[in-house]
């Protein structure tokens, strides 16, 4: 893996920030169910290293991965951190003693999640941070203008650096853009779950990015006899087909494949030289008519972005 097969960069609107677009998502480097320690935590370091020795310069994290676990090992396994990695954390939710997952969007819960991030991370000021609204794998309806002008306060404070949101609609990005920029739209799509198609083309003619949650299909990974024999004839994996289609979707699409493993790693970081053929795409988009999901029966297990 050379640095500069990761599927070009994409800058971020109104910035300078050049951003390979095959990142890494660092949920899974927490215990089971995002809670608690890794199991091994040499290991953890281990891929948060390659990761970066490889070229990727874009990770995804949250301080209630752990909760503060996950940002404690980023802090251990890369402070002080190299020039041009951008971590992408995200406020909004919390964990209770149970691992259930709740929203925290007061003023007080988001201030407090801001300064949690900054400790946990070792820094003094946040790159980019995402709202987190809406339901478990879905948004839903309502106005985000009270969490958002939190985090706008606290960019004026020089607290953070750029704001995304996360399990928005259409009509919470438009009102977001009132109060602030909003550099990233970060929603549940992959083959299987294309609700926001024309949501990312819009995006797109905007300059924003579109960095998808479950690339894989999260807890319930894709399975498709279609998906995989197309990865049989290109002999590839089912998963790193599914992530060069994402990459192939649209330029603005950002990925952040997560593992625990360096050697999935570098199998999700191989997915960006794949080029798809025109009938690979057709045989692959005929996958989300013929999918049916049931990733809400996890409901109590995830959150997660």
């Not at 215990?31 to 020795?53: C, F, H, M, T, Y």
């Not at 819960?109 to 949690?116: F, K, R, S, T, Y």
């Not at 900054?118 to 009270?146: A, C, Q, T, Y």
């Not at 960006?272 to 996958?287: C, K």
Request: glycine letters at 8%; charged letters at 20%.
């Amino acid at each position: 893996m050379t640095k500069h097969m990761l599927g070009g960069s994409f800058t971020l609107l109104g910035t300078s920030i050049g951003l390979k677009r095959m990142g890494y998502g660092a949920m899974q480097l927490a215990g089971p169910q995002v809670w608690g320690p890794p199991r091994d935590l040499n290991a953890a370091i281990a891929v948060l290293r390659e990761a970066v020795s490889a070229g990727v310069n874009h990770i995804d994290t949250s301080d209630y991965y752990g909760p503060h676990v996950t940002n404690q090992i980023i802090k251990q396994a890369l402070h002080p951190y190299e020039k041009g990695l951008v971590i992408v954390t995200k406020v909004g939710a919390r964990r209770l003693e149970d691992k259930s997952w709740v929203h925290a969007l007061s003023r007080q819960e988001l201030i407090d999640a801001v300064h949690d991030n900054l400790r946990n991370l070792g820094l003094d000021v946040l790159d980019l941070v995402n709202l987190r609204v809406g339901g478990v794998m879905e948004p839903s309806e309502g106005s985000i203008e009270e969490p958002l002008t939190v985090l706008a306060e606290l960019q004026r404070q020089g607290l953070i650096c750029h704001i995304g949101l996360s399990n928005v609609t259409r009509d919470q990005l438009s009102e977001a853009q009132t109060i602030t920029e909003i550099l990233c739209v970060q929603n549940l799509y992959n083959l299987a779950h294309r609700d926001d198609d024309g949501f990312i083309d819009e995006l797109g003619r905007l300059g924003i990015a579109y960095v998808p949650f479950f690339p894989l299909g999260g807890f319930t990974p894709l399975q498709s006899a279609a998906l995989d024999r197309a990865a049989a004839t290109i002999g590839a994996t089912p998963m790193q087909l599914a992530l060069a289609w994402l990459l192939q979707r649209a330029p603005n699409i950002l990925l952040i494949p997560g593992t625990s493993s360096v050697k999935h790693l570098h199998e999700n970081l191989d997915a960006a030289i794949l080029r798809l053929s025109p009938e690979t795409i057709s045989d692959l988009d005929s996958i989300a008519g013929s999918h049916t999901t049931n990733d809400r029966k996890f409901h109590d297990r995830q959150a997660d972005r």
